[in-house]
DNA sequence: CCAATAGTGTCTGTAAGACAATATGGG
DNA sequence: CCCATATTGTCTTACAGACACTATTGG
C-alpha cells in the first residue's frame, strides 16, 4: 500500500459524525453614518430563537462556501442592499458553547453553534428592506444601543450580539486611523466636509477643518481630485490607496 | 403556551444533524524570538492526513469550551511549554471546504473542518516538547519558510497553514508598533538592548539605540525601571500599559 | 588597550494642533 | 446682508530621525 493509497483509505474512512454537531452562522455587523453618527444595522427576529428580539442580520453557511462567501451573500439576501464599492472584512469567531439555546438545548446538548463575524462599511442614506425571516429591519445608532445591557434602554439584543457589536464598533473606530476606509462611508463625489463629518461622527469628536484637509490631501494615494461642483467646491473620489501612514490621529473623545 | 414554553418547545425539537457535519479545531501560532530571528512553531504530522507535513499545532474544541479556552489548553498540551505571562489572541476563522481532506472526503461530501486560529507570544529560550499526535517539533525562522510555496525551499506545509502563518507574522509585526507586546518575547528583568533586539527581529530592521531608548521609556506605563545590574546597566520589567501612542513607527524592511 | 554596547544629549526637519483670512452659497 | 461653511495660509509646539559623546564591559 503506497502513502497515497493509506492516506485515501484512511479518509474514505473519516468519519465527521463522530464530532459533536455544530451549526456555523456568519453574523453582519453592518456599520453606516446616519444623520451624524455611527449606525448599526439590526433586524428584529421573527422566529425561534430570541423571537422578537433583535439582531445582527445572519445566516448558516451552504455547504459549498467559506465564510467569506457567505458573508457578502448574506450581506445582499439580508439585507436588500447592493454591495458594490462596500468594504467587508472577517471580525472574529464567537464560539461559547452557551451563545445560543439551539446549542446544548434541544436534542443535542453537546452541540453548539458558532458564528464567525464580519464588519461591513455601507455608505450613507441606504434604507434596509427586511430579509427572509426578520419582521423588521432599521438602523440603529450606536450610542443608543446599550452594549453593556445595563440601563434598559434601547433595542433588546439576541444571543452575543451586543458584544459583536461592540467588538465592530471597535474595531471600525480604529481602522479609521490607519486605514482610507472612511471614504467607503460615503458616495462619490464627495468634499472634504463629507469625508470629515465620517470620522466626528464615527469617533464622537469635532475636528477641525484646515488641519483636516491638510492631512488626507497630502496622504498619498487616499483621495483622487475630481472636479468642481457649484462654486468652486473642490469634489472627490476614492483613490487607490488602503493604508494611511502617518496614521491620522483620533483625538480624545468629546464628553456632551 | 407562553412565549417561553412556545420557545422551550420550539428547542427541545430542534435538530443541529439537519446541518452538515463540520469539526471545528483551533490551530496555534506560536511566534518566539529565536537567534534574533522570527520564528513559529511547527509539529512534523505523524498521522493522517497530511502525514510528515509540517503543521501549526492544534487540536478539536472539547464540547464544553469555547475556542478561547481550548486554544490555551492546546497550547500546553501541544507545545509543553509553560503558558503563564504570555500573549494569546484570536486571529482569523479558516473555513473554506476543501482546507481539509477530512471534509469534502470521507463519508461526508458536504462535511468540512474549520480552523479558529490564534496568535500566541512565547519568551525567547523555550524549547517545545512534542505533543501527543506530533512526531518532531521545532522552531523554523519565518524567513526560512517558503509561504507561497514557490520555491520548495523549507518545511512542507500541511493544509492551508501557511496563510496561517502569514496572517499571523504581519498580524505580530503590527501589533508590535501600536502594543507594548514586545515585552511579551523576553523574560523579566530585561535591558533596553533586549527589547531593542526584539523590534530589530520582528521587523527585520535595524533600530538607532538612542532613539528606540527616548521612544519606550517616555511611553507611560510601557516599563517599570527594576534596579541596576553589573555596572550601572538598568533592567526593566513590563509596565502596565497595553498599547502605546503615538505608536512607535516601524521603518521600512531593510534589504539584506 | 581596544572594540562593542549602553545610556544620555543635541540638532534638524516634519507634521500636528491652534488660529487667522478669504471666498462662496443660502436664508 | 448676514451667517454658516469651505479652502488656503501662518505660527507654534511636539516628536522622529540622525548623530555625537561618555561610560562600562569583556576580550
Redesign the pocket.
Known amino acids: 500500500m503506497t502513502r497515497s493509497e493509506e492516506e485515501a483509505a484512511y479518509l474514505a474512512g473519516y468519519d465527521l459524525r463522530a464530532f459533536p454537531p455544530v451549526g456555523v452562522a456568519v453574523d453582519l455587523a453592518v456599520l453606516t453614518v446616519r444623520a451624524g453618527r455611527l449606525a448599526v444595522l439590526l433586524v428584529r427576529r421573527d422566529g425561534h430563537p430570541e423571537r422578537g428580539k433583535w439582531a445582527t442580520p445572519g445566516g448558516f453557511l451552504n455547504p459549498d462556501e467559506s465564510a467569506d462567501e457567505a458573508a457578502v451573500r448574506e450581506t445582499r439576501e439580508e439585507t436588500g442592499l447592493d454591495i458594490d464599492p462596500w468594504h467587508i472584512e472577517q471580525l472574529r469567531t464567537y464560539s461559547r458553547p452557551d451563545r445560543d439555546p439551539r446549542g446544548p438545548s434541544g436534542k443535542h446538548p453537546d452541540g453548539r453553534i458558532i458564528s464567525i463575524a464580519y464588519v461591513v462599511f455601507a455608505p450613507e442614506g441606504r434604507e434596509p428592506a427586511a430579509g427572509s425571516d426578520a419582521a423588521d429591519a432599521r438602523w440603529w445608532a450606536v450610542d443608543d444601543i446599550d452594549l453593556s445591557a445595563t440601563s434598559g434602554e434601547g433595542p433588546e439584543l439576541a444571543f452575543d450580539h451586543a458584544a459583536i457589536i461592540a467588538d465592530a464598533v471597535e474595531r471600525c473606530r480604529s481602522k479609521l486611523e490607519y486605514t482610507t476606509l472612511a471614504a467607503t462611508f460615503i458616495d462619490e463625489p464627495f468634499?472634504?466636509?463629507d469625508l470629515r463629518r465620517v470620522y466626528e461622527a464615527v469617533w464622537g469628536v469635532r475636528l477641525?477643518?484646515?488641519?483636516f484637509?491638510?492631512?488626507v490631501?497630502s496622504s498619498p494615494g487616499f483621495l483622487l481630485p475630481k472636479d468642481f461642483g457649484?462654486?468652486?467646491?473642490?469634489l472627490y473620489r476614492r483613490g487607490p490607496a488602503r493604508s494611511m501612514n502617518?496614521p491620522?490621529?483620533r483625538?480624545d473623545r468629546d464628553e456632551e
Open positions: 468634499t472634504l466636509g477641525h477643518h484646515s488641519n484637509a491638510r492631512k490631501t457649484k462654486g468652486n467646491q473642490v502617518p491620522l490621529p483625538p
